[in-house]
């Protein structure tokens, strides 16, 4: 598949099985109501789990929320582009599938050029959930993916270079005073974020 397929498929309400920095994801238009809607129900994924957002520019975050605080500009600025995701509120027009129930999803700006610019090409901010089935192991090459998901899907962009493996993104909380509260560990440690200067607390 083309990367100009790959992005007719996120432009006409599709979705998409394509690589990231970490792993392989499933995805689709984030601002698509229908295909957030799809995506849950093609992975299994329980409504209490709000999907993920990749974005491929800090322009683009503004697709994503009206309220971008210092705290928030700071990780960016430390960790961005790259594996950690930020908890922010989210825009109230955004699907219910990307949001918990006050209203935030977590993003991040991606690292990888392929999805950077699906991103970019497409002008929208994607979904971006391991492409896997729920409770099933997240794959980092195209021969692991699961053919009962990716049949469910209008295409799989397979490029170069391929995700990495290893890790999922980290997922943080930003609070006030520079804290941050991990939500869920991954490539961007703990450590890691205290040298940046940041405060992790539980």
């Known amino acids: 598949m083309s990367e100009q397929e790959a992005v007719n498929i996120i432009k006409t309400g599709g979705v998409l099985v394509y690589p990231t920095e970490t792993l392989f994801a499933i995805g689709a238009d984030a601002s698509d109501e229908r295909a957030a809607n799809r995506v849950a129900r093609i992975k299994g994924r329980p409504v209490s789990k709000p999907l993920p957002l990749i974005i491929g520019s800090m322009e683009q975050l503004d697709l994503v929320t009206d309220f971008i605080s210092s705290e928030i500009l700071k990780l960016a600025k430390s960790f961005w582009p790259g594996p950690l995701s930020i908890l922010i509120k989210a825009r109230g ?89 991990v939500l869920r560990d991954g490539v961007i440690s703990r450590k890691t974020l205290i040298r940046a200067g940041f405060a992790v607390v539980r």
């Open 93 to 181: 027009e955004l699907p219910s599938a990307v949001k918990d129930s006050r209203g935030y999803t977590s993003v991040r700006w991606t690292d990888h050029p392929l999805a950077c610019a699906l991103c970019i090409k497409s002008r929208t901010a994607l979904i971006a959930t391991s492409a896997n089935m729920s409770g099933k192991q997240a794959v980092a090459k195209v021969e692991d993916l699961d053919n009962e998901l990716t049949v469910m899907a209008e295409g799989v962009f397979d490029g170069c270079p391929g995700p990495k493996g290893g890790s999922p993104s980290t997922v943080v909380e930003p609070l006030c005073g520079g804290k941050v509260r």
